[in-house]
């Protein structure tokens, strides 16, 4: 027997599949239901256990009798089973991993055969369905040797009645699952690609006629404290009675009714927000079923050109998030996803993007419940047919002399190929399909607010049609669909049934422009922004500052939420694309997440954060000034304030205050500024819960401000260093200037120090040279190509003069330097003087000039080798953790302690990291460095050439010294992985600056 050919035949999507419906779980009457305790249900049964297996590497080498093969292996379900040692990962983003040969899939087609024993006892009169929640590709269903049905779309629920199939006690249920089917061209989403049973599988008891559907809607009063709530049912047979009946938040009993058609009205509302989950309960009874059913009551609309929810406008504060965990894959429990959406909740994250397929269908009740604003995105991205080869070397738009007209025939056959699907007639149904798959199952939840039609499939009739469907279903909601935005050939996109104006990756700029047009009415919501790929999120505050200057900007949502790493084979090692023998693969961009794939935050989101806290205080003529940032509550009733006074880091007031203030309103704080003197006074206010949430612990810490009142430098406390008499000597190459009891060796043919010593005891290990270099962030990705085609990955100091003078106040050293490189033109010329004072106190002043024509620096400063027991510092400047010029709003300013390995942030993928912006001193055992400038400085065990040579944090060697980085400037991190050029104020890209620094002894 083998299998039919369904698999590769779009004109078949499923066979004997129970039509899309909303989610829910019967429950005897007589029980208490629990949604969110559905096993507990008498009329559900579970299948998840270990199941028998088999795994062929084609289904064409299915033997002829497979539903009756002894099976080899055992494998968890649910589980992928490329995390169970079967096939192999593979990370691709935008390229089919197949040919683009539609409707075909290989031959060489991964195949798995699921057999499990079911004791079972079915009752007369009653009727059984089989629920797939989750299976990748594609599934073939038999039970007790009969075929009982044949689905796809891997993430959404696949059920069939199994009523006719069953017999008393044992019964073999086997399941064929392939890795690739016609529908796999239509999840191309950017992931590991991971196949078989991988969400809960299940049987329920139904009544002969059951409830098989039913659609909560609603319409709102204009002041939104009435609403006119109905109910339809659809059963399997004919229609039937219900009992209905409604309980408020506190439950307490609304109304009751026994219908087909429940209608009520429902007066002094209790809204639903995200700020407060409000949650009403309908059940529904029937025979021997009862189901239960959360509703909360809210309204998204767009008003002149602006998103409004519960009649205010809100901003989404989102993230993008995978169903993905390192060892189970795919597979993820209410346990895992509690996880993320505790911290999502800790980290002031108040919407999700459902990237890019409906998550678990128990996913969106937890939103419910902990409020979160959800974009629903149906289960389609057809991204790599914009791969598809369409240029020769003959029309290359890359020629030298392009023809203009040949070129844009080329972009527009791109847009073409991009928007292949979205045109093409044969899988019109299949687009259609998921999108009904997609709000059928998640109709009734809450915390749905829009439905998104897909994600980078281009645009055409076969959307037009799903975003019509979707429209005519469910008009309480807002549609939206990034794809839009592409223009095949000649055709007019019709975008009527489309609420929002979408964009992934846009400047801020880009919003600029936006709103500048009046001819754009449609809120504009950023469905992928601020791309968190390693060292990143530079520039959340420009986005948020851009979001508070447009009503029309509605936020966006952060890609993404984690890093996707599974464990290599026979390893305790993680690995991304490439590392488990894929020949195509994307290399690292799956590792883009705010939170590692362990769940452990990174700087990223820690800057998210605080970009994101729920109120914001400014000094204003004299008095601070707090904004409520929160959309619905008010702020006295929901966080306290905690504010510190400090003078130069030290602590000279505290205490707390509770502060009246409306939603999206401003009050003053009640604070007395104390009078400005010599030292650098700071405010300090921390926002800390009042109460607990269901997620988060009272006094849970919100984020803070910092208000600099009088800014002056802040120097370290050292030790009075008594004067020396300085010695002098004079060689062909060097100077050797002795101090007491220091000694400082000078290079004339590089114009730095080659050495200093105390006591014939190096203080530096290796020449104190300038630095160019970082070890490249992900987001320097493309500039990094530039920067070494300049050099400076391989630069040197130079000297062409150099000249020492010695007076009463100790030597100074002229040096005129360059920073050149092989085979590349001068990339700085320096004049620097060095002076070194009597008591041993170098003072280095650099003056700077750059070709214009030169890409932007990734830093200048200078380098030091400590030795390796001198890896503790003590520092005044922007911590604790890593800061930048674009990324230092997640760090307070102040005193902080820190050693070498502490400093270092492991990404996955070694790049910068580490940094401290905004820094007065840098102290070290032997050494301290101090400016009227604020620098940057970082220490790390690794040196930044090991730090760039290696692809993986695990093989990193550690350096035999502690290295001290300390920086002029550092350009700024952004978010250019895949996102906007970094924006011009945060480069350092001066043709010509000047800095000086204190290297005290």
């Not at 090692?573 to 794939?597: A, I, P, R």
């Amino acid at each position: 027997m083998s299998l039919p050919n369904y698999y590769q035949d779009p004109n078949v999507l499923h066979i004997n599949r129970i039509p899309h419906h909303a989610y829910f779980i019967p429950f005897q009457k007589g029980q208490t239901p629990n949604q969110l305790a559905r096993e507990t249900s008498k009329h559900f049964t579970l299948l998840n256990d270990e199941w028998d297996f088999n795994f062929y590497n084609s289904p064409h080498d299915l033997p002829d009798d497979f539903l009756n093969a002894t099976f080899a292996h055992k494998i968890p379900v649910p589980s992928n089973w490329q995390t169970e040692g079967f096939d192999a990962h593979q990370y691709t983003n935008i390229n089919y991993p197949i040919p683009f040969d539609l409707p075909y899939v290989p031959h060489d087609n991964p195949c798995g055969v699921y057999q499990r024993e079911i004791a079972f006892e079915p009752k007369a009169g009653k009727r059984y369905l089989l629920n797939f929640e989750g299976v990748d590709s594609c599934l073939f269903v038999y039970l007790n040797g009969d075929f009982v049905g044949y689905g796809q779309i891997s993430h959404s629920t696949n059920e069939f009645e199994i009523t006719k199939h069953l017999k008393q006690g044992k019964n073999s249920l086997v399941v064929v699952v392939l890795k690739w089917c016609d529908g796999s061209y239509l999840e191309d989403q950017d992931k590991f690609r991971m196949s078989g049973i991988f969400r809960d599988l299940y049987i329920l008891e139904r009544e002969k006629n059951y409830l098989q559907d039913f659609f909560i809607q609603y319409q709102l009063s204009e002041d939104l404290t009435q609403a006119n709530l109905s109910v339809e049912t659809l059963f399997s047979n004919q229609p039937e009675d219900v009992h209905f009946q409604l309980f408020d938040p506190q439950g307490n009993l609304v109304c009751e009714q026994t219908s087909g058609h429940f209608f009520a009205e429902i007066c002094n509302l209790a809204l639903w927000n995200a700020e407060e989950p409000q949650l009403y309960t309908l059940c529904l009874s029937y025979q021997n079923e009862i189901i239960e059913q959360k509703i909360g009551f809210r309204q998204i609309r767009v008003e002149n050109g602006v998103l409004l929810f519960n009649n205010k406008p809100i901003k989404f504060k989102g993230v993008n998030r995978h169903d993905s965990d390192p060892v189970t894959g795919y597979a993820i429990s209410r346990e895992q996803a509690l996880i993320d959406l505790r911290l999502m909740k800790e980290h002031n994250i108040n919407a999700i993007r459902t990237a890019h397929y409906p998550n678990s269908p128990w996913f969106t009740e937890l939103c419910d419940q902990l409020g979160f604003y959800v974009i629903a995105e149906s289960d389609i991205e057809s991204h790599g047919s914009s791969a598809v080869y369409i240029e020769s070397p003959e029309n290359s738009i890359f020629l030298n002399v392009p023809n203009p007209n040949k070129q844009e025939e080329i972009r527009q056959q791109a847009v073409d190929n991009f928007c292949y699907f979205a045109r093409d007639p044969d899988f019109k149904a299949a687009i259609l399909d998921r999108n009904i798959a997609n709000v059928e199952r998640d109709k009734n939840r809450t915390s749905v607010i829009i439905w998104s039609l897909g994600n980078e499939s281009g645009f055409g009739e076969n959307f037009e049609a799903a975003a019509r469907w979707v429209k005519e279903r469910d008009a309480s909601r807002l549609t939206h669909y990034e794809g839009s935005i592409y223009q095949h050939s000649a055709y007019q996109n019709d975008l009527s049934n489309l609420d929002l104006y979408s964009e992934m990756y846009p400047s801020t700029e880009r919003l600029d422009e936006y709103f500048a047009d009046p001819a754009n009415r449609k809120p504009f919501i950023l469905c992928e922004y601020s791309h968190a790929m390693g060292n990143s999120n530079g520039d959340m505050e420009d986005y948020w500052q851009t979001f508070q200057q447009y009503s029309g900007a509605c936020g966006g949502f952060v890609w993404e939420w984690c890093d996707h790493a599974p464990l290599l084979p026979n390893s305790d090692k993680y690995g991304y694309g490439g590392d488990f023998g894929e020949t195509l693969h994307d290399s690292n961009f799956c590792m883009d997440g705010l939170v590692s794939q362990h769940r452990i935050p990174h700087s990223n989101l820690l800057e998210v954060k605080n970009v994101n806290r729920p109120v914001r205080a400014e000094l204003k003529a004299g008095k601070i000034w707090l904004k409520n940032q929160l959309d619905f509550t008010n702020l006295a009733d929901y966080l306290t304030v905690h504010y510190t006074f400090s003078e130069n880091g030290e602590t000279t007031q505290q205490g707390q205050l509770l502060v009246n203030c409306e939603p999206n309103q401003t009050a003053c704080l009640a604070l007395d500024l104390p009078q400005p003197n010599d030292k650098l006074q700071l405010l300090t206010l921390d926002y800390r819960l009042n109460d607990s949430t269901a997620l988060l612990a009272k006094e849970h810490h919100l984020g803070f401000d910092q208000i600099i009142l009088n800014d002056k430098t802040v120097k370290p406390a050292l030790k009075a260093r008594p004067q020396a008499v300085i010695f002098v000597q004079n060689f062909a190459n060097e100077w050797q200037i002795q101090n007491g009891e220091y000694r400082y060796t000078f290079d004339k043919r590089k114009g730095i120090f080659k050495s200093i010593e105390k006591n014939e005891e190096p203080i530096i290990e290796q020449p104190l040279d300038f630095n160019l270099w970082r070890a490249p962030i992900d987001n320097d990705r493309l500039i990094r190509e530039f920067w070494q085609k300049a050099g400076y990955d391989k630069c040197y100091t130079r000297a062409y003069h150099s000249e020492l003078t010695q007076d009463e106040n100790g030597v100074t050293i002229v040096a005129e330097c360059g920073i050149v490189a092989t085979a590349q033109s001068r990339i700085l010329t320096l004049e620097v003087v060095y002076r070194i004072s009597l008591t041993g106190e170098i003072k280095i002043s650099v003056k700077a000039k750059r070709p214009a024509h030169l890409p932007f620096l990734p830093r200048f400063g200078l380098r030091f080798f400590l030795n390796k027991t001198d890896n503790q510092v003590e520092y005044f400047g922007y911590g604790e953790r890593e800061s930048y010029i674009d990324k230092h709003h997640l760090a307070k300013l102040g005193i902080y302690q820190i050693n070498a390995r502490e400093n270092h942030t492991d990404y996955l993928k070694p790049q910068e990291n580490g940094s401290h912006f905004g820094t007065h001193y840098v102290k070290a055992k032997d050494l301290a460095i101090v400016a009227e400038q604020p620098f940057s400085f970082n220490l790390s065990p690794y040196t930044q050439e090991e730090l760039t040579s290696k692809t993986h944090s695990y093989d990193l060697q550690e350096s035999r010294s502690t290295i001290l980085c300390v920086d002029y400037k550092m350009s700024g991190i952004g978010s250019n992985s895949c996102g906007p050029s970094l924006k011009e104020q945060y480069r350092l890209n001066e043709t010509a600056f000047e800095w000086e620094v204190k290297v005290i002894l």
